[in-house]
């Protein structure tokens, strides 16, 4: 069974940054392309970022490209979530995921990730 922990959420005003962690353990996590999303209060799940399990593929969604940088730790078995620049419409609950697919292609679906984390909620202050 795959557990994913989420860490390093918190509160920070706009323009800061804030780094979260997503570790994973039951599978082999190198094989595995990883993602984030989140979800607001009152809103959708939605796709924020997702890396392929060997680092060489990366998508990101429009609101947090060029703010947010996802990486990943295979001999650690962790993802990260790099979060620039923040602003307050970025509030909300961020979970980390594993894909359905061994080796497969990052994917923006939903229906893709089968594996969640709690979640860590992040709160940007105007």
């Known amino acids: 069974q795959v557990q994913l922990v989420e860490s390093g959420g918190g509160l920070v005003q706009a323009g800061g940054s804030l780094r979260l962690s997503c570790a994973a353990s039951?599978?082999?996590?190198?094989?595995?392309?990883m993602g984030w999303f989140r979800q607001a209060p009152g809103k959708e799940r939605e796709f924020v970022a997702a890396?392929?399990?060997?680092?060489?593929?990366?998508t990101y969604a429009d609101a947090v490209k060029g703010r947010f940088t996802i990486s990943r730790d295979n001999a650690k078995s962790t993802v990260y979530l790099q979060m620039n620049s923040l602003k307050p419409e970025d509030t909300a609950v961020y979970y980390c995921?594993?894909?359905?697919?061994?080796?497969?292609?990052?994917?923006?679906?939903?229906?893709?990730?089968?594996?969640w984390g709690q979640g860590t909620r992040v709160t940007v202050s105007s």
């Open positions: 995921a594993m894909d359905r697919l061994k080796l497969g292609v990052p994917s923006t679906a939903l229906d893709r990730w089968v594996d």
């Open positions: 039951g599978r082999t996590f190198s094989n595995y392309a």
């Open positions: 890396i392929s399990w060997s680092s060489a593929r990366i």
